[in-house]
């Protein structure tokens, strides 16, 4: 299939009064048409920074400092086509060059997100009909005009945001948009979706309201729908039914999914392509196969931990010895990130190791790619 999103040497930092944090680190990927691309990790790797940043949702004092993220979008590459080359290429567009009015009216039509925890996405004051077509009807005006800039659109649809966003007014939503609501709670396995679309939020159940917040984030029929953690909050039935729905929705929609969790179950039930993420880098990326069962990376192959088989992967992340680093880019140095927790670790390592490719589409930051361990190169135990 062809490339969607293009992510090329993305950084993200954070200027916190105890220093400069590099949450996200010279991050490269590529999402393609119709597929589902997993983010693994543990907490604090930098896979909930990485999604806010292509969503462009990353909060001061963090801040997208270098990359790239292209956007297949032959429309707005029409549009701006005068614009260079770091804007548009191709059907391509820059997604950090792009106008700030321009980059906001992406979310929702473009990029869509559903978080962890429902209620924090739902208004708990106005019902989730109106709320899913008020979804429905910013998208419409906002796909109609994409240079403009709508400052009703803000934030809308995504996740906490929208709670301090307006509160939906009923002429602004069309029957129209009223209708499709309905549609898409239906279309997301809510039974008798037309009389509970008039019910609040805190009448729905934990599993319907996942839904309900899944409705919300398909109101743009969004290109791309980034899902932090989808299903930590539930039980694990309702977890299964949440993951078969995305499975779903993305082949029947032919929608792109960027799934973020520290769950290798759900990372080998659901995905095409995965990337391993440590210290706010990709450390490893390639087909679930290449990850899997060809992986080079001695973190990916800790997080497999005792067993490394698709058929039954470890539920939950291996504890590895040691510690995530604090990603301070004081203490970070210029060695491999993982090399004080690495088995492997050799003299190559002190100089930060680039990504390597293996073959194919998998890559690797790691020395390994290119050598083998050697036992008389590895530094001595009381090294770090
Ligand atoms: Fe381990 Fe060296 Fe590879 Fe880092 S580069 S993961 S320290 S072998
Ligand atoms: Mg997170």
């Known amino acids: 299939d062809a490339d969607l999103l293009r992510v090329r040497n993305l950084s993200t930092r954070f200027f916190t009064e105890e220093g400069q944090v590099n949450a996200v680190e010279d991050v490269s990927f590529t999402v393609r048409e119709g597929e589902v691309f997993g983010v693994v990790g543990e907490s604090g790797s930098g896979k909930s920074v990485t999604a806010l940043s292509v969503l462009d949702l990353v909060e001061s004092p963090g801040r997208v400092t270098q990359g790239e993220i292209w956007y297949r979008n032959a429309d707005l590459a029409d549009t701006f086509a ?72 803000q934030g809308y649809g995504l996740g906490s945001l929208l709670v301090d966003s307006i509160v939906p007014d009923r002429e602004y939503v069309s029957d129209e948009s009223y209708e499709r609501a309905v549609e898409l709670l239906d279309q997301v396995g809510i039974p008798d979706a037309a009389e509970r679309a008039d019910e609040y939020p805190h009448q729905f159940s934990g599993g319907m309201l996942q839904r309900a917040m899944v409705a919300q984030a398909l109101a743009g029929e969004p290109d791309l729908l980034v899902a932090d953690e989808p299903t930590t909050a539930l039980d694990v039935t309702i977890q299964a039914q949440i993951l078969e729905l995305l499975r779903d929705l993305q082949e029947e929609e032919n929608m792109s999914v960027m799934l973020i969790t520290h769950n290798l179950g759900v990372i080998a039930r659901m995905c095409d392509r995965v990337g391993v993420m440590y210290a706010g880098e990709i450390v490893e990326r390639g087909t679930l196969e290449d990850v899997f069962e060809d992986h080079v990376h001695p973190y990916t192959e800790g997080l497999l931990g005792s067993v490394p088989d698709l058929e039954e992967p470890a539920p939950r992340l291996q504890p590895i010895e040691g510690n995530v680093p604090s990603l301070l880019d004081e203490e970070m140095g210029d060695r491999c990130y993982f090399a004080d927790r690495c088995p492997h670790a050799m003299e190559d390592c002190l100089s930060h190791p680039e990504e390597r490719d293996v073959d194919g589409e998998h890559s690797a930051r790691c020395v390994l790619v290119d050598r083998e361990y050697d036992e008389s190169d590895a530094l001595p135990d009381d090294y770090f």
């Open 82 to 153: 005068d614009e260079g080359s770091n804007v548009v290429d191709g059907e391509f567009v820059n997604v950090l060059e792009l106008p700030e009015g321009t980059r906001r009216s992406l979310r929702g039509p473009s990029f869509s997100m559903i978080f962890q925890d429902p209620m924090s996405s739902l208004n708990p004051s106005v019902t989730v009909g109106e709320q899913i077509a008020e979804a429905v009807e910013v998208q419409r005006r906002a796909r109609a005009n994409p240079r403009s800039t709508r400052s009703r659109t």
